[in-house]
């Protein structure tokens, strides 16, 4: 398989005026975007970057986010997008933990870059996309100063890291996930034949590009020779506008931003009939918000996705066949699909790893090309979880059922997902561990209409500290998605004899009126 920056050369000389992105009021072909790329990689190479070396990124959705996507890899480098919800401290432990030498950001961040600057050893040169009145390298004088022939090109091997993007572990610690030329060159044709594209076809890409399905997406549209639209952030009434006047065809959206769909006027006034699949997707949908999504468009298909950044993505997907609560087969609005044909699905008990029998709940094992490279500079974390035999460690639990369609039943290791973002109890307790008044704690999910899931933090006090107060401490010092939206006080936290939380024990009532444990 060619690198994924010769198929952007390749789509450029085939089609150099049909558009790549449009991204706000800009608008750029493919000759174009395959120019901006080789400045950027130019300016790159001329701060010192080459093969192996990281970029980190922390912006909203925006042209020059995929143009450093393309122009890191032009040179061999690595882009590792930062989550732009974090907080400074987290946004710290990434970009140093990933060595980066170059630390691009939106104009929204430069607080966060201001605040964290003097903490990155690593960072040789800090770059700006825009806004006035800061001290940092401003982006387009940076990029404009380098001549379009770009440097000599590194020719990429297929397990070559195309990017890094970071996923929570368990410790509370992000790890740097890395997947290659070779992942994406897996994932992505079959994506475009189950997602029924031509290169006629207009592709959004409104999730953040920090997370797996806004950089998969963003990748797409340059491996599929199509037009993309970017959206800088996932506001229902900009991705409506955006669809209308550009006249998309393909998105994928989380069930939260479907429910939101329905909720906004402005939506509701837009023409959307261009749309002819929408891929939802990191949270399972509720029947109520599916029924009212279907409504709002009668014209559109439907397909649920599910995969993880480790599996650059999708490895099942739900057929839009499927997707009618009326039809022969109701239940299977509750799966998660049927396997890609690149992936392989085992269900496991995790204490043996022996296969267990369809409909028996245990752990999603996948193996496949799209099966990340490994955790960056985390050998231990990486063996774990890639086994000798190829096979992934989900984290997932969840059942086969007797026709393949793969059913995601709870968590192996407590995540909880809050509309589209994971969150590791163990970090949002270790926040809560540090306050003088709490003596112990746990994290749980509960179930939350709006976001499927929310935290709650059950603490046990030496002193009355009001819960807005607990809250605080925590949003001081964590991205706000990931703080509890409620407190309540406990005598004790229940654990078993080895002081491990019985966590099963402490969510069980307030999903005992629920389908399934997790949302």
Request: charged content about 20%; glycine content about 8%; hydrophobic content about 40%.
């Amino acid at each position: 398989m060619t690198g994924l920056t010769d198929v952007l050369r390749e789509r450029a000389r085939r089609h150099p005026d049909r558009v790549a992105y449009h991204a706000g009021d800009t608008s750029v072909t493919y000759a174009e975007f395959d120019r901006r790329v080789d400045r950027a990689a130019a300016a790159l190479a001329a701060a010192g970057l080459g093969p192996g070396d990281r970029v980190a990124m922390l912006d909203k959705n925006s042209l020059e986010y995929v143009e450093q996507l393309f122009a890191a890899a032009r040179i061999g480098a690595v882009q590792v997008p930062v989550n732009y919800r974090l907080a400074p401290d987290e946004v710290a432990y990434i970009v140093g933990n990933a060595r980066a030498k170059v630390f691009v950001v939106g104009p929204e961040f430069v607080p966060v870059l201001d605040a964290v600057a003097g903490r990155l050893e690593h960072v040789a040169l800090s770059v700006v996309v825009g806004g006035e009145g800061h001290g940092h390298t401003d982006y387009d004088a940076w990029v404009g100063a380098h001549d379009a022939a770009a440097p000599p090109e590194h020719v990429p091997a297929a397990g070559d890291v195309f990017a890094q993007l970071y996923s929570s572990g368990t410790t509370g610690r992000p790890k740097g996930v890395m997947l290659t030329h070779a992942n994406y060159g897996t994932v992505l044709p079959l994506a475009a034949t189950l997602w029924e594209t031509s290169e006629d076809d207009v592709l959004m890409t409104a999730m953040p590009m920090y997370h797996i399905a806004g950089n998969i997406l963003a990748v797409a549209t340059i491996y599929n020779g199509m037009t993309g639209v970017i959206t800088r952030e996932p506001d229902p009434a900009r991705i409506a506008r955006d669809v209308e006047r550009h006249r998309v065809t393909h998105v994928f959206l989380v069930p939260v931003l479907l429910q939101f769909l329905q909720l906004v006027p402005e939506v509701g006034a837009a023409d959307l009939s261009s749309l002819k699949l929408v891929l939802y997707g990191a949270s399972p949908i509720s029947e109520d918000v599916l029924r009212g999504a279907m409504r709002l468009l009668p014209g559109t298909a439907f397909m649920q996705v599910y995969g993880l950044t480790e599996t650059t993505g999708a490895i099942t997907y739900l057929p839009p066949e499927d997707h009618d609560p009326d039809g022969p087969h109701p239940e299977r609005l509750r799966s998660a699909g049927l396997p890609y044909a690149c992936a392989e699905i085992r269900v496991v008990d995790p204490a043996t790893l022996a296969d267990v029998p369809a409909g028996e709940v245990g752990e999603i094992l996948c193996r496949g090309g799209m099966n990340l490279s490994g955790y960056w500079d985390l050998p231990d974390a990486t063996a774990a979880a890639l086994l000798p035999d190829g096979f992934f460690r989900t984290g997932d639990a969840g059942y086969l059922d007797a026709d393949g369609y793969v059913y995601i039943h709870d968590r192996v290791k407590d995540m909880i997902i809050s509309g589209g973002e994971n969150i590791y109890p163990a970090e949002v307790e270790n926040v809560l561990m540090s306050h003088p008044a709490v003596t112990d704690c746990a994290v749980i999910g509960v179930p939350d209409e709006r976001w499927g899931e929310t935290p709650k933090a059950l603490v046990v006090l030496d002193a009355d500290v009001p819960e807005a107060d607990l809250i605080a401490y925590c949003r001081e010092r964590l991205a706000h998605f990931k703080c509890p939206s409620s407190v309540e006080r406990r005598d004790a936290i229940p654990r078993n004899p080895t002081g491990k939380i019985l966590k099963r024990e402490l969510r069980a009532p307030y999903w005992t009126d629920q389908t399934r444990s997790v949302h």
